[in-house]
């Protein structure tokens, strides 16, 4: 099962822009983590937000999160060709399980 | 921080073969870790949790008895795709919670891709 949608789906953006990704999510969370895919690779863990914070920082990395809309946002400031990736939001109910969501393939342009 | 380790990190089989997959924390003691499916271009899928001394927990859908999940010990989870079909073909990940910790963090590994011929 998934927990929610992403948006959008797949972003294309020039060297040097800002990326956002948004994540919602359907039922109460402990906590929302972000994870980045490279292509055919495992994921690498990015930030994680708990319920009770709003926003949190991670070098070129902001998520917000708003748990009365149910959704968060992934910031990428000054993005590198290097970022060019798929990326996940994931949920974690408090029962252990993370569900993810469908995913941003983000790619960054040189 | 703690380090999730799969093999083998990928396999060609012919259909109707079994294949095991192995899922390793090499650090810390797991006893719980999560089995994930995902196609080409599409999200992780939680398949079942593996339970350490105790049946696996199945999400709807997915057969037990073709997806056998074996937890023998607090760092190994194996997972066997009995009679494989090229319809199983995917990448397998398999994740598992730091256990004691508040936020719960998931640690993955690098993932097995089956190919099914």
């Known amino acids: 099962s998934q927990q929610g949608e992403e948006d959008p789906q797949a972003l294309s953006i020039q060297e040097g822009e800002n990326a956002t990704m948004n994540c919602s999510y359907k039922?109460?969370?402990?906590?929302l983590q972000w994870y980045r895919q490279n292509s055919g690779r495992g994921l690498v863990h990015l930030i994680l937000?708990?319920?009770?914070?709003r926003e949190k920082h991670s070098g070129r990395l902001r998520v917000t999160l708003d748990t009365s809309k149910k959704s968060s946002s992934l910031l990428i400031t000054a993005s590198r060709a290097a970022d060019t990736a798929s990326y996940f939001c994931a949920t974690e109910d408090g029962g252990f399980k993370t569900i993810f969501g469908a995913g941003t393939r983000l790619f960054v342009k040189a | 921080g703690a380090v999730v380790s799969q093999h083998p990190s990928w396999v060609i089989c012919k259909s109707g073969t079994s294949v095991k997959i192995e899922c390793r924390s090499l650090d810390f003691q797991a006893t719980t870790m999560f089995w994930y499916r995902q196609f080409p271009k599409q999200s992780l899928m939680l398949m079942a949790t593996?339970?350490?001394?105790?049946?696996?927990?199945?999400e709807q859908g997915v057969e037990k008895d073709k997806f056998l999940i074996n937890h023998a010990s607090l760092t190994l989870s194996t997972l066997t795709v009995t009679s494989a079909h090229p319809e199983d073909s995917s990448f397998y990940i398999c994740?598992?919670?730091?256990?004691?910790?508040?936020?719960?963090?998931?640690?993955f590994g690098p993932g097995t891709r089956l190919t099914v011929l």
């Open positions: 039922t109460s969370i402990n906590n």
């Open positions: 593996s339970n350490e001394g105790s049946k696996a927990t199945y």
């Open positions: 994740s598992a919670p730091l256990s004691g910790r508040l936020d719960n963090e998931q640690f």
């Open positions: 937000i708990r319920s009770n914070e």
